[in-house]
C-alpha cells in the first residue's frame, strides 16, 4: 500500500478525529474510506456526463436522427394492441 501526506486545515483534521472516533476506526482508515467514496462518485458523476454529451451529440446529428427516425417508424409497423377481452394473472 502507498502512503500519501496531506496538509489539512485545523478544523478539518478535527473533525476527521471526532467522526473517526465515533466509528472507531483510525484516522488512515476513516480518511481512506472517504476517498474511495470520492473516487466512485467521481467516476460515476463523469460517466453520466459522458452519457449527456454523447446524448446531445444525437441531437446535433442529422445522420443519427434520420436513424432512430427509421427505428422508430420500425417498431411503430409493428406494435399490435393488446387484447381488452384478455384477462391475465395482474387482472
Known amino acids: 500500500m502507498s502512503t500519501l501526506t496531506l496538509r489539512l486545515p485545523e478544523s478539518l483534521e478535527h473533525q476527521i478525529r471526532d467522526l473517526a472516533a465515533r466509528q472507531q476506526l483510525t484516522r488512515s482508515d476513516f480518511a481512506r474510506r472517504a476517498l474511495e467514496r ?54
Do not use: C, N, R, Y
Open 38 to 91: 470520492f473516487v466512485q462518485q467521481t467516476q460515476q458523476e463523469l460517466a453520466l456526463q459522458a452519457m449527456v454529451e454523447a446524448t446531445q451529440s444525437i441531437k446535433t446529428s442529422p445522420l443519427l436522427q434520420q436513424h432512430i427516425a427509421e427505428m422508430s417508424d420500425e417498431f411503430s409497423a409493428t406494435e399490435v394492441e393488446p387484447d381488452k377481452a384478455a384477462k391475465g394473472w395482474w387482472q
